[in-house]
């Protein structure tokens, strides 16, 4: 019988302990911060118009808003005018079929929204020209004529944005003539089980040894020399295989020195999440102005949103984008979800072969949404363990970085599987793993309960367990769900589990959450402060999309969208100590804030988020509406619902 492992406890809170200390599960707030009524600055509730949506339409989206309101295209004279003649004073091309009637756009030129163009200001010249809506600062206002700070134009107009694709390339994917390595539709079983680009091969298998073979009946002195016995012999094999292992590291760096691969320069090492804030992957709010705020306050390793390998390789313009990368991420990662091996890999290569800046791929294992889980990928792809292995020694063959595996509890909380399957990955011993991380809810449960610390202790314990019985590798955990407070953080960590966890939702609510980790404190930020993050969010969204009007309504639709998460804080300064974290799913009750503008931040009615966003990026037009991509989050209805998780995805 082998030595008997006792699981460590996990001192992460389950909603019995919280329930024990706050029976309502609402935040109390301290006395003059109470409110029965929505305060005067709020815009007034108005009950939902539910007509023609019918119980069965809810259910079908599941939480996602799909009939959301979106901005007509921007039809203003401007967007006709030539780019070379807005950007650069001049044409560049022969049979242009653009607009130069330039004049036509100054005169036509609405109020400028404001006095600064941030983009002229931070990088000398603005790209948008005539056409941004701060541009009084740098056109002249009777030619239209774009002004530089240096008096010339730049030679490019290079804001920190990496990762774009050739317009060559876009088209070859379009086309299906990009140069695969792999064919389409590849069987798993068809993956070379060696790993070209981490050495050649799959880690060594290591020793077996004769197991402890002894009963609880047996004398004391004889369980005592059996186990002496058998310590003995693990070490011995332990000390002949991490000799193996040694040379297989040779042998690996031998390989990559003088690599006959495709890709030779590029270095492959795993990535270390030891410590380190790691920002989850997030569709549509985790976008790369969020991302930029998000290094701003102290993350250090970042990932894009889902991107599905199915529209990458098809080369969809909008999917690609979702690779860009700023400079100030300096530890990036790339999810991808896909159903197949030969998806994973083509993507990887297309990631590697176009040099692509990429320090990771994450895989989504995770992903509940219908559209992705029928096609094989997100949960379901938790369920096929040889696809997945598949995959990842595709991606090993043709990506030379590492790879991260993002998965849930299970399919289903009564069935959580993922104790087997973080065994199962580490027992593959493919050493382009860097780690695995573990939302502690099953795909079913979506947001409806708090994240299971306890499974997830069960999980890292049996890998544990793995790396002593089978020798393998100690993949690292990254445990995942529910963190808002550097107590939370350090609760997962204490938990034995991990020396780190990932944010999401909580860095969604609180941006400055990385601060607060790295500070160990619970910072009372100031509502003028919050909208100074709000501030720099607009300025890097205006970069990333623009200063023209459609720059400025994509980055409302987005800072809108963050706001659906940012109004669920609740101001450390304005709840009783008690209450101090505030839990990820506690109900933020009515209160008044310490000034109107942390009364309206604290708004549940988008039609104050865009009165917010008003004071950012100027009036929006009288036909505006907004309505979040996640419906649970706004609670612009009079009965307010839980306000806990909401069902987004994920
Ligand atoms: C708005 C939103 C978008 C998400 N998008 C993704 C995604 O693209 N990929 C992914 O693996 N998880 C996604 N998730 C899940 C999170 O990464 C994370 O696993 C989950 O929210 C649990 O952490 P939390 O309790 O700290 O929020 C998303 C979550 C939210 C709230
Ligand atoms: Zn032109
Ligand atoms: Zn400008």
Sequence with gaps: MAACYKAPTVAARTMDAIKQTNPTMQVLVKPGHEATEVPDVLTPRVAPDTTGVDDRDKKKNKGQNKKRPRDAKCTEVGKSLCLGLIRNNKC????????????????????????????????????????????????????????????????????????????????????????????RNTPPDQFTPTLTLWGGQILPKPPVVAPLNVSKRDPDDVIEAQTKAYEERMAVAKKEYEQTLLEFEKKKTEAIASSNTPFPKKTKSLIDFE??????????????????????????????????????????????????????????????????????????????????????????????????????????????????????????NVFSGPVTIKMRTGWDEKKPFAVKLCRQIQGWGLPNVAAVMVHGRSRTQRYSRLADYDYIGQVGASMDRGAKEDMARRIPLIPNGDVMSFVDFEERKRAGVSNTA????????????????????????????????????????????????????????????????????????????????????????????????????ASDNSADWVKISEMLLGRVDDDFKFEPKHKANSYAKQDRDGGGGGKVEG
């Design 502 to 601: 990932m944010l999401a939702r909580g860095a969604l609510i609180k941006p400055w959450l990385p601060t607060e980790i790295k500070e160990r404190r619970h910072w009372d930020i100031s509502a003028s402060e919050r909208l100074d993050i709000m501030r720099d969010f607009v300025n890097f969204g205006l970069e990333q999309w623009g200063s023209d009007k459609q720059g400025i309504n994509t980055t409302r639709r987005f800072l809108l969208e963050w706001q659906s998460f940012l109004h669920r804080y609740i101001p450390v300064g304005c709840i009783v100590e008690g209450s101090v974290p505030q839990r990820m799913n506690e109900r933020p009750p009515l209160f008044v804030g310490r000034s109107d503008l942390e009364t309206l931040m």
């Design 92 to 183: 560049p091309w022969d049979d242009c079929k653009f607009s130069h009637d330039i004049e036509a756009v100054v005169v036509a030129r609405p109020q400028d929204v404001g006095e600064t163009c941030v983009i002229f200001e931070k990088f000398g010249s603005c790209p948008f020209g005539v056409n941004c809506r701060w541009g009084s600062t740098h056109i002249n206002p009777i030619t239209g004529a774009n002004l530089f700070k240096t008096g010339a134009p730049p030679a490019d107009y290079d804001m920190g944005v990496k990762n774009g694709f050739s317009i060559k390339t876009q088209k070859a994917l379009r086309s299906r003539k990009y140069p695969f390595f792999y064919e």
């Design 275 to 396: 410590n380190k804030v790691y920002i989850a992957p997030l569709t549509t709010v985790g976008n790369l102005p969020f991302r930029r705020i998000m290094k701003k306050y102290g993350a250090d390793i970042t990932c894009s949103e889902m991107a599905l390998c199915a529209n990458l390789l098809q080369g969809q313009a909008s999917e690609l984008a979702l690779l860009k990368r700023h400079e100030d991420e300096d530890v990036f990662g790339v999810q991808l979800a896909g159903g197949h091996p030969d998806q994973f890999s083509r993507c990887a290569e297309l990631i590697e072969k176009e040099d692509l800046e990429v320090d990771f791929i994450d895989m989504n294992c995770g992903c509940p949404l219908d559209l992705v889980c029928d096609k094989g990928g997100g949960s379901a792809m938790m369920q096929k363990a040889n696809k997945l292995k598949a995959a990842v020694i595709g991606i090993g």
